[in-house]
């Protein structure tokens, strides 16, 4: 009777009644090390649509709703066809007037030609009335003798100079042709190209997958496109991820940059399914840190992580934790981070005792967001105080139970 007495009272001095110290137990088994990283899901692959490539805009007359499943062939979007097709008229004009050019061009080169050609008849007829008058006839005076053989050359030079001109004139009709040509060319392109969007001008799903609008300016401020915008030329409206295969794009504190590599096994968190945890690894660590926010100097890496699977609750866009396995022991003894003391010359645990807690010097190893290793000074199951039994005594410490006490949670 005695005995159950004297245990009856060590339990009411080591128990858990109300104003009693908090205490751990020294535990042994496998340890992990995670450090937990925000992200969100994303589609490894997606198409994106986008308007018609025009010169301007384009104006969307109806548009399919955010978050709508679809499949191959399932309509999307649709343009005004107005647009479209007053588009295509002025290609095609634009083509009519190219090939004019390269007609009217034609004609100027053969009528510049054929004059260039007529100088070069007529310096010809001239060297050949010059040649007539050229004599080594004593009868004739020397003047004239020499002065006909100036005229030979003078007249040489003239038909060499006409036959340059046309050659010269001949090349550059061509340069000039062809440059209309080119222009011609290019414009029958986009008269193909105008054609092709106005057969386009509704545009239907490529792939099942997922519909998200795209943020876009729209007078003043950014949103998804709406029937009734006006949308610029070329510019993304939508995207269809596909959802049968899902990764997550995180983003690690340059702080921690060596503390992640490829390969190492994640366990991923959904926020809005916190109960479920989905394996995966990382696949990639970006090489550079950059600001996701001008405003602010710290700098993150971006950090891909590969899903062993794809479930129907992921979704793209769902924000995640990410916790990274950076380090495992097969068997450790930890405890709680808050049964570790430190002073100038030791690191230590208050130990529970029949005589009451001991301070007990320890070596401490590594350690995860709540518990850290033990290496020596203390066996499993022993009971450490998760604050100083001293200080807790004085009444320095708030009582256990009372707002704003932390207990720890199990690895």
Not at 190 to 218: C, F, H, M, N, Y
Not at 342 to 352: A, G, L, P
Request: hydrophobic share 40%; aromatic share 4%.
């Amino acid at each position: 009777m005695t005995a159950l007495i004297v245990i009856a009272m060590l339990a009411g001095c080591f128990g858990g009644g109300s104003g009693e110290i908090p205490t751990s137990t020294a535990k042994q088994g496998p340890f992990d090390v995670t450090l937990a990283i925000p992200g969100e899901l994303k589609a490894e692959k997606s198409v994106t649509i986008s308007a018609p490539d025009l010169d301007g805009s384009v104006k969307v007359i109806w548009i399919i709703e955010e978050g709508e499943k679809v499949q191959e062939g399932d309509r999307l979007v649709e343009f005004d066809r107005n647009e479209l097709q007053q588009a295509l008229e002025k290609a095609t004009d634009d083509h009519e007037v190219a090939r004019i050019k390269i007609e009217q061009g034609r004609a100027k080169m053969a009528i510049k030609l054929a004059d260039l050609e007529n100088e070069v008849v007529s310096a010809k007829l001239s060297l050949e009335r010059a040649q007539m008058r050229v004599t080594d006839s004593e009868t004739v005076p020397k003047v004239e003798r020499e002065s006909a053989k100036i005229d030979v050359q003078e007249s040489t030079i003239s038909v060499g100079r006409s036959e340059s001109a046309v050659e010269a004139s001949r090349l550059e009709s061509l340069a000039e042709l062809e440059l209309l040509r080119l222009d011609a060319v290019q414009a029958e392109r986009r008269v193909t190209k105008a054609s092709e969007l106005l057969e386009d001008a509704e545009i239907k799903a490529p792939s099942p997958g997922l519909v998200i609008l795209l943020q876009s300016w729209r007078g003043g401020s950014m949103g998804p496109v709406t029937a009734g915008d006006t949308v610029w030329a070329g510019s993304s409206i939508l995207e269809l991820p596909d959802l049968t295969t899902m990764e997550v794009e995180a983003w690690l504190h340059e702080v921690d940059a060596g503390k992640v590599e490829a390969d190492q096994p994640v366990s991923i968190v959904i926020d809005a399914h916190p109960d479920d945890k989905h394996p995966g690894n990382v696949s990639k660590v970006a090489d550079l840190a950059i600001r996701r926010d001008r405003n602010k100097k710290v700098k993150h890496l971006r950090v891909e992580v590969a899903l062993d699977e794809t479930t129907t609750t992921m979704k793209p866009g769902m924000t995640v934790r990410a916790e990274v396995l950076t380090d495992h022991l097969d068997d450790a003894l930890f405890i709680p981070l808050e049964a570790v003391f430190h002073d100038e010359d030791s690191t230590f645990c208050w130990v529970s005792g029949f005589r009451g807690y001991t301070k007990t010097e320890v070596e401490v190893g590594i350690a995860n967001d709540t518990h850290v290793v033990i290496e020596s000074g203390i066996d499993p199951g022993d009971v450490v105080a998760l604050v100083d039994p001293e200080k807790f005594d004085a009444g320095e410490l708030p009582s256990p139970g009372m707002p704003g006490e932390a207990m720890a949670a199990e690895p």
